[in-house]
């Protein structure tokens, strides 16, 4: 399954590296880029926009309030 991901703090880079594992093509998105880096070295694709993680069949957000998921979805 293709999924993507945005927002890689502490609980969302431990579900992506779980989807990693299942194995899962993974697309993901943090605002601070250097965190995908250890997901990109485990197999991710580094998206630039949340846009571009919501390429797949599914997007997963774990963001931390309502602004911070209104700014991903609409920006």
């Known amino acids: 399954m293709e999924l993507g991901f945005v927002g890689l703090g502490r609980m969302g880079s431990a579900m ?15 605002r601070t880029a250097a965190k995908t880096a250890p997901l990109v070295s485990a197999g991710a694709t580094h998206a630039k926009t949340p846009g571009q993680a919501a390429g797949g069949e599914a997007v997963i957000t774990m963001l931390a309030d309502d602004d911070a998921v209104e700014a991903a979805v609409f920006a």
């Open 16 to 30: 992506a590296a779980n989807l990693l594992e299942a194995p899962h093509a993974l697309a993901v998105h943090n």
